[in-house]
């Protein structure tokens, strides 16, 4: 069973960069599409980007400017940085794996609230 | 981006009832569509993907239909842990994108 764990500070000051790692264990990172997904206060989600373990990547254009995903396959971890950040990245922060063959997120971390305020 | 639809955004219904949302995309997504289950405070759960196949370990009384841009998601009889926030989500192309929601709640 495969179990991903998000990890990072709980609030981030505004301009400041966002970092988050997602711990993927009990599986092999090779399997999947790595997400990180978002979803603000009370409203819906929001898919901020993936990454696959040979390190290619796809950004939502509407974040491409401020986001970087990386992989580190030595300790089986994916991670998000969103630079510049305001209130309006406040949110709570999901890893997910994407199912490449019924392209589906059919595991989620718990999710990790980052809250951005100075 | 495509824009996902869902109606109706909340829903009241009673134990027992036959409940349908309807998720409807601007362009034709074939059968790229997947529905989730959200419960307050928890991760969304995979119910549904690939329009009309259930995951594994999720009750039969789900269904999912639908092709090209209209597509339904089905509660044959709710059950009280059934209440919770729906969701559609295209994963055609990205940057993949999701429905706004359905909050479904006890009459």
């Known amino acids: 069973q495969v179990h991903l764990q998000e990890s990072g500070p709980g609030l981030v000051k505004p301009s400041e960069t966002l970092s988050l790692t997602c711990i993927v264990s009990g599986g092999s990172i090779s399997s999947y599409y790595w997400s990180w997904i978002r979803q603000p206060p009370g409203k819906g989600l929001e898919w901020i980007g993936y990454?696959?373990?040979?390190?290619?990547?796809n950004y939502n254009p509407s974040l491409k400017s401020r986001v970087t995903i990386s992989v580190d396959t030595s300790k089986n971890q994916f991670s998000l940085r969103l630079s510049s950040v305001t209130a309006a990245d406040t949110a709570v922060y999901y890893c997910?794996?994407?199912?490449?063959?019924?392209?589906?997120?059919?595991?989620w971390g718990q999710g990790t609230m980052v809250t951005v305020s100075s | 981006d495509i824009q996902m639809t869902q109606s109706p955004s909340s829903l009241s219904a009673s134990v027992g009832d036959r409940v349908t949302i309807t998720c409807r995309a601007s362009?034709?997504?074939?059968?790229?569509l997947n529905w989730y289950q959200q419960k307050p405070g928890k991760a969304p759960k995979l119910l549904i993907y690939?329009?009309?196949s259930l995951q594994s370990g999720v009750p039969s009384r789900f269904s999912g239909s639908g092709s090209g841009t209209d597509f339904t998601l089905t509660i044959s009889s709710l059950q009280p842990e059934d209440f919770a926030t729906y969701y559609c989500?295209?994963?055609?192309?990205?940057?993949?994108?999701f429905g706004q929601g359905t909050k479904l709640d006890i009459k």
């Open positions: 997910a794996g994407l199912n490449y063959t019924d392209y589906a997120f059919d595991m």
């Open positions: 690939a329009a009309s």
């Open positions: 989500h295209q994963s055609y192309t990205t940057p993949y994108t």
């Open positions: 362009q034709s997504i074939s059968s790229y």
């Open positions: 990454i696959y373990y040979s390190g290619s990547t």
